[in-house]
């Protein structure tokens, strides 16, 4: 049989798009006031994001332990499976990969790869999708991983927040950076680079946020010929709508694929509300 691909639940895929692909995704559980719920299953963002601002709730994330992983990986292996390539969240922001690297090593790591894509969302999405395509047509575990990697290095995830606030609390971002978001009241545009969430830009209001954010998908998308986008929101589809709308209008017969979804509880609870993201993936060969 051929190799199974498994990712994580922060890749925010649509449902119907990780089925098709015979994707299986592993849970990251959120904590609100000590309570245990898993991403996707037991959680909504919007649930989150109420407990982040108005029940003032203690929120915290925490990874799948190893042991998870290593349920799944022989689950895969045990009914057929060829072998297993992992893709998760960048080592950066997580300890996912950590937890499915140790798994890895108990499994068997000649049957095992894990793959960093050094990013989160469709910044994760894309380069499962890319591994399970290339799992589907026969690859073997080397062509699969590889498969991966090369995706996640084509693929570029900028956002906006409302305010740094919860990515400083997380410690995802520098107290430098969030003073810098906070100063006179600018809006901060972000990006993850080299695994790490680092501030990319300010603009004053947020109709200029989702201006900027076509703007830098566009510059992502340089000269490829074919290229795939993925817009996240937050309860705010008639945004992620005109973001879509603009980005297909500047990116033409360029644009292949357009994905449109709610970014998830994980991110929900670093990030805050009011975020709009775009995930930009340049296909191979283009």
Sequence with gaps: M?????????????????QRHHLTVVPLTVLVDG?????????????????????????????????????TYRRLLGTGS????????????????????????QTGPDRVAVVDSGST???????????????????????VSAAATAAAARTRTFFYVDTLEHLRRGGRITAASALLGTALAVKPILHVQDGHIVLRDKVRTAARALAKLVDLACLAAGDASRVD?????????????????ELTSRLGDRLQDVHVAQIGAVVTAHAGPGLLSVVVHRRAGS
């Excluded at 691909?5 to 890749?11: I, L």
């Excluded at 996707?40 to 190893?66: I, K, M």
């Excluded at 969302?121 to 380069?127: E, I, N, R, T, Y």
């Design 2 to 18: 051929s190799v199974a691909v498994v990712t994580d639940s922060t890749a925010y895929l649509p449902a119907d798009l990780a």
């Design 35 to 71: 309570v245990e719920r898993r991403e996707g299953l037991d959680l909504t963002p919007t649930e989150v994001a109420r407990a982040l601002t108005v029940r003032r709730s203690a929120v915290s994330t925490s990874r799948p332990a190893p042991e998870q992983f290593a349920e």
């Design 82 to 105: 060829s072998g297993v390539v992992s893709v998760h969240l960048s080592a950066g922001l997580s300890g996912t990969v950590a937890a499915a690297e140790l798994a890895a090593r």
């Design 121 to 143: 969302g469709m910044g994760l999405g894309f380069p499962a999708l890319a591994a399970a395509t290339v799992a589907a047509g026969g690859g073997d575990l080397a062509e």
């Design 229 to 245: 986008v993925a817009v996240h929101h937050l309860d705010d589809p008639d945004r992620a709508a005109a973001l879509c709308a």
